[in-house]
């Protein structure tokens, strides 16, 4: 009889946690070069090797789940299932955000005089900025009290809009807005799959892809398309063997990662402390929301529309897709891994993981749609701007549309972020201000984004009776040895 081992998600947790430590002893000691230099860069490689698996993977693994559909009827009904169901968890996301937001108002506990001189900056910036207007009765500009602010604001706003990241997410954004209305299902359609499989970023054109090649092979003779099917359904196997075996190291890899980010991130201890305290009351408010989320609006799903996963199991069988997210920040990183606890430790249908899963980690962001309607109120309140329930429900249609569209790769929320502002008349260059946060905080989103798409995937699969849910079985197939 074969010793259990320690499963998965707990040999990752301790990844994690020894990661953060290793991080606070390099800083303090001043080891951040050799950190960079020898520890991070397998943190890098783990992120290639989950990338480089996730593009033929998304592309084999549909085609392979739409191949098995009895017919073309289903692959319609489950579709708009799909869909429909992550457009009302995002919609519920950005509303959890924007309660939160309006409740505990996270950007007033910054001190007044702070927020005074950030609003003449917001006067300003209205003045040197064509088409936009004050958004509510205040001036603070032509007081003559705060005449003393008015030359420190100029110089502050110029340094700001002159900020390159800045610049290079307003290039991004600007690029997003000035095209056409159908600009973004002209995207969807790829030039030469070719160079969509190469290039790895577009995996909404694969997707696209694999969707016309498996309806395809739905309607040609069973006989004929066998070899072809044979070859798409080794080949997903062979991807998903690599999954497994780049998964027994993750525990080192994810110490790499969380030490390297960290050491990015600050040069002294006292610098990696304020981070963390910096912008603390922005973060805690996301992070409730974010716990909301996961915590609580997820299980309530799988408990109404499912029933026979108890609150604990669901949480067990995903947790190493939520701890993966949250070390690599990236949905499209974590997707080989996340179809897997789908499929062997929830018992969802090999269709169902193949079909519903790489389209979530395209368009579901449920996360990202939160952090941005937190994010857009959190920056108003921080410039005194008060934001009408009209632009709130504008960052509510925003923030729902701009998470379609938002990459699922690491910060890519923050040219979305640029978008939801200018859609309320908010200056574009305040997300440089939750900057320092952001990476710690688009770790726990994308936890978010991966957990929605896992929980949406487990109740269409028992809408058309195609989970199998083992409740024996404490683990999945991931990280455990049979007794």
């Known amino acids: 009889m074969k010793k259990r081992s320690i499963p998965l998600h707990w040999r990752i ?3 994690l946690v020894a990661g953060v430590i290793y991080s606070l002893i390099s800083i303090h000691f001043g080891w951040n070069k050799f950190t960079l230099n020898w520890i991070d860069p397998f943190g890098v490689i783990f992120i290639r090797l989950l990338k480089f698996i996730a593009v033929p993977l998304v592309l084999f693994s ?34 959890i ?83 056409g209305p159908l600009q973004f299902f002209v995207d969807m359609v790829p030039e030469n799959i070719f160079a969509a499989l190469s290039d790895g970023k577009n995996m909404l054109q694969v997707i696209v892809f694999a969707l016309f090649f498996g309806i395809v092979t739905m309607f040609l003779p069973k006989a004929s398309m066998k070899p072809v099917l044979d070859v798409i359904n080794g080949a997903n196997e062979v991807f998903l063997k690599m999954v497994e075996w780049i998964m027994e190291a993750a525990p080192f890899f994810v110490f790499a990662l969380m030490a390297g980010v960290l050491a990015k991130m600050a040069n002294t201890l006292p610098e990696a402390i304020e981070i963390f305290k910096g912008l603390l009351s922005y973060s805690l408010v996301l992070l409730a929301g974010l716990a909301i989320l996961v915590a609580l609006f997820y299980p309530a799903l799988i408990m109404i529309f499912v029933r026979k996963i108890s609150y604990g199991a669901f949480f067990r069988r995903v947790s190493p897709a939520q701890f993966l997210a949250f070390s690599t920040s990236s949905s499209a990183a974590t997707l080989p891994v996340t179809m897997e606890c789908v499929r062997d430790n929830l018992g969802v249908s ?8 790489p389209i979530g980690a395209t368009v579901n962001m449920d996360g990202t749609s939160l952090y941005q309607a937190v994010a857009v109120v959190f920056l108003a309140q921080l410039h005194m701007v008060d934001l009408t329930i009209y632009q709130q429900l504008t960052i509510v249609l925003t923030a729902t549309l701009a998470s379609i569209g938002s990459a699922a790769v690491p910060s890519a929320g923050l040219i979305m972020m640029i978008i939801v502002l200018q859609s309320v008349g908010l200056n574009p260059a305040w997300i440089a201000i939750i900057f320092p946060v952001d990476r710690i905080l688009d770790m726990c989103r994308t936890v978010a984004n991966v957990t929605g798409d896992m929980v949406v995937s487990t109740i269409i699969a028992h809408s058309e009776g195609e989970l199998e849910y083992d409740p024996d079985v404490e683990n999945g197939g991931m990280g455990r040895e049979e007794a």
């Open 62 to 95: 549909i085609i392979s789940g739409i191949s098995t559909l009895p017919d073309p009827s289903k692959l319609g009904r489950m579709g708009a299932k799909t869909l429909l169901a992550y457009l009302l968890t995002t919609v519920t996301a950005v509303t």
């Open 350 to 357: 090999k269709s169902v993981t193949n079909f519903v899963l």
């Open 97 to 179: 955000g924007l309660l939160l937001a309006n409740v505990f108002q996270p950007g007033k506990f910054i001190a007044e005089d702070q927020r005074i001189k950030n609003r003449i900056k917001y006067e300003i910036w209205v003045e040197q900025t064509t088409g936009v207007e004050i958004l509510d009765q205040y001036n603070f500009h032509e007081d003559p009290k705060y005449a003393a602010y008015t030359t420190e604001a100029t110089s502050q706003l110029k340094s700001e809009e002159s900020n390159e990241t800045v610049e290079s997410r307003k290039e991004a954004a600007e690029k997003m807005k000035s095209a």
């Open 13 to 15: 947790i301790m990844g």
